[in-house]
């Protein structure tokens, strides 16, 4: 059995962000296989999200401390609590380090001794180097984009509008206030050409909340409901162009982008801050601007604009990048490998044998007696 032990106390979420629907898509693909999968909650009970996920196998045990009693391999999401476990686990890397420095030793101690997975060779460097590892011992396993997006046909319209549209969560590391200030720019003021258009998802939270509030005020957005399944999302994006994800590299760097990957495999053009993980997604739709610049985001959504629809061939070839096939077959090459130690465990195993005590006392070796000198007489 392989469970993905989903951040405690908190219910898993539909169509709210990358770690949920690729959580959610490994284990459906890996039932599919035959695979015994499944989603294990912390401290919710029943109340932990499974009504949004009919199809998906849920488990909810009472505290951190039941996972040690589970004959499973655990794979955990995001956060990184330190429990003791049965067997060897795994952890996914899918957010960038902990920005403040008071959270940087429980990341570390969560992490010491699992196996870790990233989503991309970017976020694999990101972590080695913040858990000062080998970048060796950090797997990379893409995330995906459901079939759905690949197979949906686009709307085409003659009305010589090109939709643009934010699916990101309403948080400032994704960039919406770039994208805000942007709209307040001289090239789409009174133009009738273009529509913006942007989702709730993540206004559930309270800063997504006054986000929300503020977008509807905005004469220039249209606000609609998130979109809670891969084919719903796909539908969405089937009716836009262009796709931003003007991701902010202050403080925040996208670990990958699986929006990017969605609305290219959709048709969309897709501009996105060129930092992180981002340029990673490229499916031959992707155009990279600088990041938290207003005034870039705008000049890349006026290049998608003219280079129009993206051609069929390039969309059938992009279907064919990032499937869920090609990430649950890496995923388990992970799991099946020889498992070696993690550094952690080396360390350790280092300080153990330097507290070990000499195998006999130390004693000086006599000295060895000088060999005769020769006399120089012949026989």
């Given at each position: 059995?392989?469970?993905?032990?989903?951040s405690?106390g908190?219910?898993l979420p539909?169509?709210t962000?990358?770690?949920?629907n690729?959580t959610?898509g490994q284990v459906?693909?890996?039932?599919?296989?035959?695979?015994?999968?499944?989603?294990v909650?912390?401290?919710?009970g029943?109340a932990?999200?499974?009504v949004e996920f009919q199809?998906?196998?849920f488990?909810a045990?009472?505290?951190?401390?039941d996972?040690?009693g589970l004959d499973?391999t655990?794979?955990?999401?995001?956060?990184?609590?330190?429990?003791?476990?049965?067997?060897?686990?795994y952890?996914?890397?899918?957010?960038?380090?902990?920005?403040?420095?008071?959270?940087h030793?429980?990341?570390?101690?969560?992490t010491?001794?699992?196996?870790?997975?990233?989503t991309?060779?970017?976020a694999?460097?990101?972590?080695?180097?913040?858990?000062?590892?080998?970048?060796?011992?950090v797997h990379?396993?893409?995330?995906?984009?459901?079939?759905?997006?690949?197979?949906?046909?686009s709307v085409a319209?003659?009305?010589?509008?090109?939709?643009?549209?934010?699916?990101g969560?309403?948080?400032p590391e994704?960039?919406?206030?770039?994208l805000?200030s942007?709209?307040?720019n001289?090239?789409f003021?009174?133009?009738g050409?273009w529509?913006?258009t942007v989702?709730t998802?993540g206004?559930?939270?309270?800063?997504g909340?006054v986000?929300e509030r503020?977008?509807?005020?905005?004469p220039g957005?249209?606000v609609?409901?998130?979109r809670?399944?891969?084919a719903g999302?796909a539908d969405?994006?089937?009716?836009?162009?262009?796709?931003?994800?003007p991701?902010n590299s202050?403080?925040?760097?996208?670990?990958?982008?699986?929006?990017s990957?969605?609305?290219?495999?959709?048709?969309?053009?897709?501009?996105a801050s060129d930092?992180?993980?981002?340029?990673?997604t490229?499916?031959g739709?992707l155009?990279?601007?600088?990041?938290d610049?207003a005034?870039?985001?705008?000049?890349?959504?006026?290049?998608a604009?003219?280079?129009?629809?993206?051609?069929?061939?390039?969309?059938?070839?992009?279907?064919?990048?990032?499937?869920v096939?090609?990430?649950?077959?890496g995923?388990?090459?992970v799991l099946?490998?020889?498992?070696t130690?993690?550094p952690?465990?080396?360390?350790?195993?280092l300080?153990?044998?330097g507290?070990?005590?000499?195998?006999?006392?130390?004693h000086?070796r006599?000295?060895?007696?000088?060999?005769p000198?020769?006399?120089g007489?012949?026989?």
């Amino acid at each position: 059995m392989i469970s993905f032990v989903w951040s405690p106390g908190i219910p898993l979420p539909a169509g709210t962000g990358g770690s949920e629907n690729y959580t959610i898509g490994q284990v459906r693909e890996l039932n599919r296989r035959g695979v015994d999968a499944r989603v294990v909650t912390i401290g919710l009970g029943e109340a932990d999200g499974r009504v949004e996920f009919q199809d998906i196998p849920f488990l909810a045990v009472a505290t951190l401390g039941d996972l040690g009693g589970l004959d499973d391999t655990l794979v955990f999401v995001s956060e990184s609590p330190p429990v003791a476990t049965r067997h060897p686990a795994y952890q996914m890397l899918h957010v960038p380090p902990p920005l403040r420095e008071r959270h940087h030793r429980a990341a570390t101690a969560g992490t010491r001794d699992r196996r870790l997975i990233a989503t991309s060779r970017y976020a694999a460097a990101l972590w080695a180097g913040f858990l000062d590892v080998s970048l060796d011992t950090v797997h990379v396993v893409y995330p995906f984009a459901e079939p759905v997006f690949a197979s949906r046909p686009s709307v085409a319209r003659e009305d010589g509008v090109t939709r643009v549209l934010y699916a990101g969560r309403l948080t400032p590391e994704k960039g919406i206030y770039t994208l805000l200030s942007m709209l307040h720019n001289d090239l789409f003021q009174s133009d009738g050409r273009w529509s913006f258009t942007v989702t709730t998802a993540g206004s559930d939270k309270p800063q997504g909340a006054v986000i929300e509030r503020m977008l509807r005020t905005h004469p220039g957005v249209e606000v609609v409901p998130a979109r809670r399944t891969p084919a719903g999302m796909a539908d969405l994006m089937a009716e836009h162009d262009i796709v931003v994800m003007p991701s902010n590299s202050q403080y925040w760097h996208e670990t990958f982008g699986i929006v990017s990957i969605e609305a290219q495999h959709a048709g969309c053009r897709v501009v996105a801050s060129d930092d992180g993980g981002l340029p990673e997604t490229d499916c031959g739709a992707l155009l990279l601007v600088a990041p938290d610049d207003a005034e870039a985001l705008a000049q890349g959504i006026l290049v998608a604009r003219r280079q129009g629809p993206v051609p069929d061939a390039t969309r059938q070839q992009a279907g064919e990048r990032f499937t869920v096939t090609d990430s649950v077959d890496g995923l388990l090459a992970v799991l099946r490998a020889p498992r070696t130690p993690t550094p952690w465990a080396v360390i350790q195993d280092l300080e153990a044998i330097g507290r070990l005590p000499a195998v006999s006392p130390p004693h000086e070796r006599p000295l060895l007696p000088e060999p005769p000198q020769p006399t120089g007489k012949t026989t």
